[in-house]
């Protein structure tokens, strides 16, 4: 019968469609995990996951800070083309950076017939941006709007107010008697300030993160009322496991695509009590066990639900790593022999490869060739390579120019049409181009420092070297470190990565200049 052939024909291609779990960790670097090297940080859950899987040896975020990457990682689009919403790193009041008429990897998906939840760290902004979000209201546009079915998330980051997770439209457990109010530019309410009452915190921020203390950290931004609501910062990755669990385990015909953003090891970094000392590099590297249990609970809620093999999972991370980033949290003191960027040289804030390479795993049994790749991926390839792992034949013509199609290496195979190069956005006007061989890091900034001050900034260990100085080439397939400035003796490289560089910033690189920027 007809029916009969169509429903098999339906069924065929459901079973052939995996459930897809992004796990994005937050300033996580590229050796910081077990299995790309970390030693005194134990991984078992991720480097389980790697071992049965696919390591990507050359995994790019966009960017070396947060709201560029996950914007590129969900509209395929590099950050830096948006030259209307602000994509660089957003307060928690900034509108929503992505325009929801705009076809993302969630909306995708979810015309493709998924169910798509977003759990965690969001940092795209909320709001239309013409009338300002009453957190106490209506809370959007935001991930709903632009192709979330369900969210439940943290809105900036957790050292920025509003200090609540956002459910859906609302902010969860909120107490209409106690509205909430945020400001980043004069205080709100009367509680104590990280500026006033040091005596309060449980470690000192700096400047910028010395405003409303919330459980004992002071925050960047003023914040009253919503006690209820307020979150305990040792306790979201629990909340956050929780909430996957609970988005996994849900009895639905469809497949599913989830995106848990992780806290950790972003500041503040207060692990839950049960992972405080369980690495051998204080609390950042807790932080990082802590993540890697967070894996472990997803894991192990795909096994009960017995959908382990049938799920792809992605594990990468938005930016590299940073060990000073605001608090005296002690990260700088107890990293010891731990190197968070493994060999590379730079992190967080950096377009340098620690600042932009960062760990990624891929794990789908049976799927996924086992091993290692050397092919260039970028996070911002995500909406049109997981589409097309997930069986979608044409992708909407509008979809962010900059994704490509990288199925093949996320599957393990040699790519036919592979990534030439990768466009990588620092802070402020650092860009650099990185291909398969050479990285060219333009001159955007004068270098007035002394010898003595520019030797001192190499050796910092919090990586004050953000701006490029000169012009630099560097030979990554023997110089992965960035050490041996090769510009001078390649001019005709520089020369075409630099022209490369300048197509792929269009009318952005007009706007750089390479003289006085600070
Ligand atoms: C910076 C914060 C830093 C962190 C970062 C965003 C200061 C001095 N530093 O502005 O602590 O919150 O923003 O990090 O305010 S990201 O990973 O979300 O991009
Ligand atoms: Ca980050």
């Known amino acids: ?118 759990v965690g760290k969001w940092h795209l902004g909320i709001g239309d941006g013409v009338k300002r979000v009453d957190l106490n209201q209506f809370v959007g546009p935001g991930p709903l709007e632009i192709g979330f079915d369900e969210a439940f998330y943290i809105p900036a980051t957790v050292d920025r107010v509003p200090c609540v997770f956002i459910e859906n439209h609302a902010v969860a457990k909120l107490d209409p008697q106690d509205p909430i109010s945020i400001s980043y530019t004069k205080p709100v309410g009367t509680e104590p300030t990280g500026r006033d009452h040091p005596e309060l ?73 049960r992972y405080v000392g369980k690495s051998g590099c204080g609390r950042r590297g807790d932080c990082i066990v802590q993540f890697d249990a967070l894996v472990g609970e997803v894991v192990a809620a795909l096994k009960a639900a017995n959908i382990l093999d049938e799920t792809l999972i992605f594990i990468t991370s938005d930016n590299g790593p940073v060990l000073h980033d605001g608090y005296d949290d002690g990260a700088l003191e107890t990293v010891g022999e731990h190197r968070p960027a493994g060999p590379l040289r730079g992190g967080k804030y950096h377009v340098y490869e620690g600042g932009c390479r960062v760990p990624g795993i891929v794990h ?98 919090r990586h004050v070297d953000v701006p490029v100085y000169a012009d630099a080439l560097y030979d990554l397939t023997v110089d992965a470190s960035e050490t041996n400035n090769l510009a001078a003796k390649n001019p005709e490289v520089v020369s075409s990565l630099r022209q490369e560089l300048a197509r792929g910033l269009g009318e952005e690189w007009a706007e750089m200049s390479t003289g006085g920027a600070d």
């Open 1 to 118: 019968m007809w029916e009969t052939t169509a429903w098999a024909a339906i069924e065929e291609s459901n079973t052939r469609r995996p459930n897809i779990v992004i796990i994005i960790a937050d300033d996580l670097g590229y050796g910081d995990l077990g299995c790309y090297g970390a030693s005194a940080i134990p991984t078992p859950n991720i480097d389980q996951l790697c071992r049965s899987g696919l390591k990507l040896n050359r995994c790019y975020a966009t960017a070396s800070t947060c709201t560029p990457t996950r914007y590129s990682m969900l509209t395929g689009e590099y950050a830096f083309r948006e030259r209307v919403r602000k994509t660089s790193i957003l307060d928690g009041d900034s509108p929503l950076a992505i325009d929801p008429a705009r076809p993302t990897l969630p909306s995708i998906l979810r015309e493709a017939g998924y169910h798509t939840a977003l």
């Open 201 to 273: 915190l449980k470690y000192r921020g700096d400047k910028q993160h010395s405003d409303t203390i919330i459980n004992g950290i002071s925050r960047i931004g003023y914040m009253t009322g919503g006690q209820a609501a307020r979150w305990t910062d040792e306790d979201i990755s629990d909340v956050l496991a929780n909430r996957a669990k609970q988005v996994i385990a849900a009895p639905r015909e469809k497949p599913f695509f989830l995106l848990l953003g992780a806290h950790d090891p972003h500041v503040p970094r207060l692990p839950h009590p």
């Open 364 to 461: 789908w049994p049976g799927k996924v060739a086992l091993g290692e790749s050397e092919e260039l991926f970028a996070l911002v390839d995500l909406p049109a390579t997981l589409p097309r792992l997930a069986g979608v034949k044409n992708l909407p013509a509008n979809l962010g120019a900059d994704a490509l199609d990288l199925s093949p290496v996320l599957l393990g195979e040699k790519a036919t049409a592979p990534r030439q190069h990768v466009i990588l956005q620092g802070v402020g006007p650092g860009r650099a181009i990185v291909g398969p061989r050479w990285k060219f890091l333009p001159a955007t900034h004068q270098d007035r420092r002394s010898a003595a001050q520019r030797n001192a900034d190499r050796q910092d260990r």
